[in-house]
């Protein structure tokens, strides 16, 4: 009988540092074992592959060793899992891990994609082992997140909970964070505290236990009402001949995003681009850029932009994630200005 592979889902909704995480788990792989990771997110353009495949590793962890593929462009579960399914045979097949990795949309809910790794097909090829949840404390007395069913259902299916962002909490907000863990239903998850995306791996051997969502149906109706996105994703992006840059846009469940591929040659200012950034509403701006102080990753999230140098970048990619409609010609304009 063919060995399973030992497999996580690392939840967590919008801006509760699931990348940083995973580049921290990648780390700390044994040497000898190769990791994949499939990463999916609400955007069509794909910044969190990016940023995870052109991000600095120790100088023990071989790029060879890790496989990543991504499923952009709203939730792997929807069309009956066919994204999922495609995205996860092919990276099965080419990188035959020792370990498997999945990253969903932070506004996705967990259990679909529970069903599709523990169905028929998956069953003897794969080993559900630890859900870890991760949790931005200081957001667990925001209504605009306790109201949202993916949230709450993120956390109530999770074997491991997991505080990040720390070295921003106060006091009241571990209190908080104790309190709703309390809270939760039988099997209690295992509860953690970290900073900076430091997530233990040890986490990753623990079992998975079976719990209850919530609100199993609230995926299937947000489909339903607002979640919108090509079903015959293709293979990857492309940037029409004669042109430098493609946008796309996706919207659902009360969200939008729109994003910009540029290619190689499109260098932009670091300056201007940062000051652009810092300067949007927005619930999330992220990218992968090559900029004229080199290639960087941006991550904005409350007012804060945090940079990281990366190693190599095959082209430039933003992306914007609100709560609301925004005239995207002008941030598209503002775009085009900062490039040197």
């Not at 994609?113 to 200081?138: F, H, K, M």
């Not at 209504?143 to 109530?156: G, S």
Request: glycine share 6%; aromatic share 6%.
């Amino acid at each position: 009988m063919q060995k399973q592979i030992p497999t996580n889902i690392i939840t967590g909704f919008l801006g509760s540092g699931k990348t940083t995480a995973i580049l921290h788990l990648l780390k700390q792989k044994p040497p000898e074992e190769t990791w994949a990771v499939l990463v999916n997110e609400f955007g069509e353009i794909g910044i969190d592959g990016a940023l995870l495949d052109g991000a600095s590793l120790d100088g023990t962890t071989k790029r060879d060793d890790i496989a990543i593929r991504e499923v952009p462009g709203g939730c792997m579960c929807c069309v009956a899992g066919l994204p999922m399914q495609i995205g996860l045979n092919m990276l099965i097949a080419r990188s035959k891990p020792d370990r498997l990795l999945i990253e969903p949309t932070g506004l996705g809910h967990p259990q679909e994609i529970i069903n599709t790794l523990q169905g028929d097909y998956y069953n003897e090829l794969l080993s559900l082992e630890a859900i870890v949840c991760l949790v931005d404390p200081r957001n667990l007395d925001q209504p605009h997140y306790l109201e949202n069913d993916n949230f709450q259902d993120q956390i109530h299916l999770a074997d491991v909970l997991v505080a990040t962002k720390t070295d921003l909490c106060s006091d009241q907000h571990k209190t908080l964070f104790e309190t709703f863990v309390n809270q939760l239903p039988e099997p209690s998850p295992k509860t953690d505290w970290i900073s900076a995306g430091k997530l233990p791996a040890q986490w990753l051997r623990l079992p998975h236990q079976a719990r209850q969502a919530t609100k199993p149906k609230a995926h299937h109706s947000a489909k339903q009402t607002s979640h919108q996105h090509n079903q015959e994703r293709p293979e990857s992006l492309s940037i029409p001949e004669g042109q430098s840059f493609v946008r796309k846009e996706n919207k659902g469940q009360n969200h939008f995003s729109c994003g910009w591929l540029f290619d190689h040659s499109t260098l932009f200012s670091f300056d201007q681009l940062y000051s652009l950034i810092l300067a949007q509403n927005a619930e999330r701006f992220k990218g992968v850029v090559i900029t004229d102080q080199g290639i960087k990753g941006f991550n904005m999230q409350d007012g804060v932009v945090s940079i990281i140098d990366l190693e190599d970048a095959m082209d430039s990619r933003l992306e914007m994630i609100t709560n609301q409609p925004v005239d995207w010609n002008d941030l598209e304009k503002a775009l085009l200005a900062a490039i040197v």
